[in-house]
């Protein structure tokens, strides 16, 4: 979610921030500058046999100020996002939008507080991230209390959305967003085993409504290197309960399990279980629903480049991914292999007899490349290139029969950064 604002206003306010505060040391100006080309022959969605690939060019310019003292510390960070050629020329269309607005106080040596607009980002951001793939980002309206000392981490958070601010009555929801969020986050260094463990209760209402209904998420992400850090270990369990808007009752869950390998201190091989629950569909005395939710989580490095995977897969996800990773030729390289499955049963939404038939597990494979290099003076160049061998099942799945076997991702992104 965004907070738009008039252009000359957010233009002003930045110039007044950098003539006010241009005087003084704390005051640190950064930027990005990322414009890229992309080429989709069934990005985020298959195409069908008679529909074109599409040639398109977007791009993110954001600048974020940051003033920081002994006890508190102020961050306004703003951004330009556009595909080129959205608008017409001498038209002032409104562009500009408020990424992050957030102050941090310093209460003690151990103890922080920190509202506003901001990013979060845990642990390997499966449940909350701050999705920087995509141009618009995300950020989130929060207040944060933040412990920390040499042994461990606790953070606890909280949200309460509202769509507008001269509302002097209860209204309904009506962005797709949650109503309210909380959290509770805790991590600690147990010997070779970097722990942490997250509670997250999301409120969501019910269309034209102000009745809550909550998920709450919980579980643990565990890290453990042996082998004089040449070999890691990954683990992750979360379980899902609570209450959907049409008043279904949640039980869900998912897991992940990885082993990785490095060598020469330059490359890195890893094996990665991604199992995601779901409901089966022929189970006709279920009444819970099963299919695990990915709340806000990064979805481009887990699921394929191709993103051809949404928040709430019915039948649940089986992810099994091969990973090479490294540097070469002054740069840093990843090359992915994905198998993915259905792990429960889905009933043939297309061939609908008197005997109900199952989908075939198989969905597809997937391979992901990318290269990224960086240059002198904040320049950098980074490509990826993904093609998708989709299955039956998963053409039904989406609704798209008559889409094509094989789709394909390529980009190349500029990326442009400084600081003073």
Same mark, same amino acid.
Not at 120 to 144: C, I, K, P
Not at 230 to 257: P, R
Not at 309 to 332: E, H, M, T, V, W
């Given at each position: 979610?965004?907070?738009?604002?008039?252009?000359?206003?957010?233009?002003? #306010?930045? $110039?007044?921030?950098?003539?006010?505060?241009?005087? #003084?040391?704390?005051?640190? &100006?950064?930027?990005? =500058?990322?414009?890229?080309?992309?080429?989709?022959?069934?990005?985020?969605?298959?195409?069908?046999?008679?529909?074109?690939?599409?040639?398109?060019?977007?791009?993110?310019?954001?600048?974020? +100020?940051?003033?920081?003292?002994?006890?508190?510390?102020?961050? $306004? !960070?703003?951004?330009?996002?556009?595909?080129?050629?959205?608008?017409?020329?001498?038209?002032?269309?409104?562009?500009?939008?408020?990424?992050?607005?957030?102050?941090?106080?310093?209460?003690?040596?151990? $103890?922080? &507080?920190?509202?506003?607009?901001?990013?979060?980002?845990?642990?390997?951001?499966?449940?909350?991230?701050?999705?920087?793939?995509?141009? *618009?980002?995300?950020?989130?309206?929060?207040?944060?209390?933040?412990?920390?000392?040499?042994?461990?981490? #606790?953070?606890?958070?909280?949200?309460?959305?509202?769509?507008?601010?001269?509302?002097?009555?209860?209204?309904?929801?009506?962005?797709?967003?949650?109503?309210?969020? @909380?959290?509770?986050?805790? /991590?600690?260094?147990?010997?070779?085993?970097?722990?942490?463990?997250?509670?997250?209760?999301? $409120?969501?209402?019910?269309?034209? !409504?102000?009745?809550?209904?909550?998920?709450?998420?919980?579980?643990?992400?565990?890290?453990?290197?042996?082998?004089?850090?040449?070999?890691?270990?990954?683990?992750?369990?979360?379980?899902?309960?609570?209450?959907?808007?049409?008043?279904?009752? &949640?039980?869900? +869950?998912?897991?992940?399990?990885?082993?990785?390998? /490095?060598?020469?201190?330059?490359?890195?091989?890893?094996?990665?279980?991604?199992?995601?629950?779901?409901?089966?569909?022929?189970?006709?005395?279920?009444? %819970?629903? /099963?299919?695990?939710?990915?709340?806000?989580?990064? *979805?481009?490095? *887990?699921?394929?480049?191709?993103?051809?995977?949404?928040?709430?897969?019915?039948?649940?996800?089986?992810?099994?991914?091969?990973?090479?990773?490294?540097?070469?030729?002054?740069?840093?390289?990843? &090359?992915?292999?994905?198998? *993915?499955?259905?792990?429960?049963?889905?009933?043939?939404?297309?061939?609908?007899?008197?005997?109900?038939?199952?989908?075939?597990?198989?969905?597809?494979?997937?391979?992901?490349?990318?290269?990224?290099?960086?240059? %002198?003076?904040?320049?950098?160049? /980074?490509?990826?290139?993904?093609?998708?061998?989709?299955?039956? @099942?998963?053409?039904?799945?989406?609704?798209?029969?008559?889409?094509?076997? =094989? @789709?394909? #991702?390529? @980009?190349?992104?500029?990326?442009?950064?400084?600081?003073?």
């Amino acid at each position: 979610m965004k907070i738009r604002m008039n252009k000359k206003a957010l233009l002003s #306010f930045v $110039l007044f921030l950098t003539i006010t505060f241009s005087g #003084f040391a704390q005051l640190n &100006i950064s930027g990005e =500058f990322r414009p890229r080309l992309e080429y989709r022959n069934g990005y985020m969605k298959l195409l069908n046999e008679d529909q074109s690939p599409e040639t398109l060019i977007h791009q993110r310019a954001r600048i974020n +100020f940051n003033h920081k003292t002994q006890l508190a510390e102020f961050n $306004l !960070s703003a951004q330009d996002v556009r595909a080129w050629g959205e608008e017409k020329i001498l038209v002032d269309n409104n562009s500009f939008s408020v990424y992050e607005a957030w102050a941090q106080f310093q209460l003690n040596e151990q $103890l922080q &507080i920190k509202a506003g607009r901001q990013e979060l980002v845990y642990d390997d951001e499966r449940l909350l991230s701050r999705r920087n793939w995509h141009n *618009f980002g995300a950020t989130y309206d929060m207040l944060l209390l933040k412990h920390q000392n040499d042994v461990q981490q #606790f953070h606890i958070g909280a949200g309460y959305n509202n769509e507008k601010w001269n509302s002097w009555w209860a209204t309904p929801y009506d962005l797709d967003f949650f109503k309210s969020l @909380s959290f509770l986050w805790y /991590k600690r260094q147990l010997g070779a085993i970097n722990a942490s463990a997250i509670g997250i209760l999301e $409120l969501n209402e019910k269309e034209e !409504s102000t009745d809550l209904y909550g998920r709450f998420t919980y579980g643990t992400n565990l890290d453990y290197k042996v082998a004089e850090n040449s070999v890691s270990l990954q683990g992750t369990f979360y379980h899902q309960v609570g209450t959907e808007t049409d008043g279904t009752s &949640i039980n869900a +869950f998912m897991f992940s399990s990885g082993v990785k390998w /490095k060598y020469h201190n330059k490359h890195a091989f890893g094996i990665t279980l991604d199992y995601l629950s779901g409901t089966d569909e022929t189970d006709l005395n279920n009444t %819970k629903n /099963k299919t695990f939710h990915k709340l806000n989580g990064a *979805f481009h490095k *887990f699921y394929g480049y191709m993103e051809l995977f949404p928040i709430n897969q019915q039948g649940g996800l089986l992810d099994f991914y091969l990973r090479l990773s490294g540097s070469a030729l002054k740069g840093k390289y990843q &090359i992915s292999w994905h198998q *993915f499955s259905l792990p429960n049963n889905v009933l043939d939404p297309v061939d609908i007899g008197v005997e109900p038939k199952v989908l075939d597990k198989d969905l597809g494979s997937e391979l992901d490349l990318m290269y990224d290099i960086s240059f %002198k003076q904040g320049f950098g160049l /980074k490509f990826n290139y993904s093609f998708f061998l989709a299955q039956d @099942s998963y053409k039904k799945l989406v609704n798209k029969v008559d889409a094509k076997d =094989f @789709s394909s #991702f390529a @980009s190349l992104m500029l990326i442009y950064k400084f600081k003073n």
